[in-house]
């Protein structure tokens, strides 16, 4: 079994990772003593790979961390790398979404376009470090629908479906989502650590 530490605080992102990792890798919370680094880079690339470094760095073991974002089309792709943060830096997801979704009641249906973006990255302390990326591409509602999930959720429709993110299941979101494709991207680089070892 390959360990690998997980850069978040959150507890239901260690399940939702350690279960689109499914098989031979265990996902590893960090120890209370961790402090997040802010994710102040202009880049999802730049924010995933400051988590894992300082991960790395605290726990000394593999570390794998991700950052993630929003883009819509009729905002030229913001919010993008500052989608936790679009109605302010203290912003709750539900003010995030509510700032949202009045944009989206201004915009024309044809013009609600918009994407997943997720960047997923592996730091180790002996300085590998690799990141992979991935996009679900969709549209936006401005009636929020669902009661899974997180985020904008509620109001993004993928293509090929029509329900929101928030109606699937979470097998059925991991299938498909920006986060699960960028994980799953990662797993052949993190069971070749075994070889390494």
Known sequence: MIRVALATKNPGKVREIQAILDGDIEVVAP??????????EPSYEGNALAKARSLATHMDMPSIADDSGIEVDALEGEPGPRSARFAGDDATDQQN?????????????????????????????????VACEA???????????????????????????????????????????????????????????????
């Open 31 to 40: 120890d209370a003593s961790w402090t997040p680094p802010p994710e102040d």
């Open 97 to 129: 979404l509510d700032k949202l979704v009045g944009i989206v009641m201004q915009t024309p249906a044809d013009d609600r376009g918009a994407r997943y973006r997720c960047v997923a990255a592996l730091v180790t302390p002996d300085g590998v470090e």
């Open 135 to 197: 996009a679900v591409e969709g549209r936006l509602i401005f009636a929020p629908r669902g009661t899974g999930g997180f985020g904008y959720d509620p109001i993004f429709v993928p293509h090929g479906d029509e329900r929101t993110m928030a109606e699937l299941t979470p097998t059925e979101k991991d299938a498909i989502s920006h986060r699960g494709k960028a994980f799953r991207a990662l797993i052949p680089t993190i069971m070749g650590l075994a070889d390494r070892a």
